[in-house]
T-cell receptor, first 112, second 115 residues
Framework: QQQVKQSPQSLIVQKGGISIINCAYENTAFDYFPWYQQFPGKGPALLIAIRPDVSEKKEGRFTISFNKSAKQFSLHIMDSQPGDSATYFCAATWGGFQKLVFGTGTRLLVSP | DAGVIQSPRHEVTEMGQEVTLRCKPISGHDYLFWYRQTMMRGLELLIYFNNNVPIDDSGMPEDRFSAKMPNASFSTLKIQPSEPRDSAVYFC?????????????FGSGTQLSVL
């Protein structure tokens, strides 16, 4: 019940296209859903995050869509660029849990 | 701030040898986490500390793994004896007391290869 299921495992998108990565969870106690971006040879870094009181959060070309009833959330990357090529992890936690539960990651390749 | 600093960046060792990974968290961060990353299992939390005290070590795979945090600016993860299946990237991360899980700052990791 503490798992976060992420798909797809890998994704190839053309430059200028939209990249979409999906995550699903079971634990309704989760109340914070961040996305982390990881470049090769680096540690993950926080990209954007959302709380379940809103259905969408946008920061530049990155948008999180949140569906509380379906217990799903997704990351949309608009106008994808080669520099966006990285591995993306969704995660979840709740206030008293003190730990982040990570999805298995999606390797995104944006072709020029 | 230089961020979370891990050493070494790469470690190659033979099965049975002791391995020690090191981490310096961001100054002022009260929480320190050790993660392991593999292709098969993704990011796994091994152990975390609060104010230098281990809080949850349920992710530590076996007694061969141990972690310490003797002070607020240093932590070690030790594997003794090491095995080929321990090969992975090990990350250290830290966060502030107030925004615990909301923003983890990760180091660049230690790539461990056990032959």
């Amino acid at each position: 019940q503490q798992q976060v299921k992420q798909s797809p495992q890998s994704l190839i998108v053309q430059k200028g296209g939209i990249s979409i990565i999906n995550c699903a969870y079971e634990n309704t106690a989760f109340d914070y859903f961040p996305w982390y971006q990881q470049f090769p040879g680096k540690g993950p870094a926080l990209l954007i995050a959302i709380r379940p009181d809103v259905s969408e959060k946008k920061e530049g070309r990155f948008t999180i869509s949140f569906n509380k009833s379906a217990k799903q959330f997704s990351l949309h990357i608009m106008d994808s660029q080669p520099g966006d090529s990285a591995t993306y992890f969704c995660a979840a936690t709740w206030g008293g849990f003190q730990k982040l539960v990570f999805g298995t990651g999606t390797r995104l390749l944006v072709s020029p | 701030d230089a961020g979370v600093i891990q050493s070494p960046r790469h470690e190659v060792t033979e099965m049975g040898q002791e391995v020690t990974l090191r981490c310096k968290p961001i100054s002022g961060h009260d929480y320190l986490f050790w993660y392991r990353q593999t292709m098969m299992r993704g990011l796994e939390l091994l152990i975390y500390f609060n104010n230098n005290v281990p809080i949850d070590d349920s992710g530590m795979p076996e007694d061969r793994f141990s972690a310490k945090m003797p002070n607020a600016s240093f932590s070690t993860l030790k594997i003794q004896p090491s095995e080929p299946r321990d090969s992975a990237v090990y990350f250290c991360a830290s966060s502030e007391r107030v925004s615990l899980a909301e923003k983890l700052f990760f180091g660049s990791g230690t790539q461990l290869s056990v032959l």
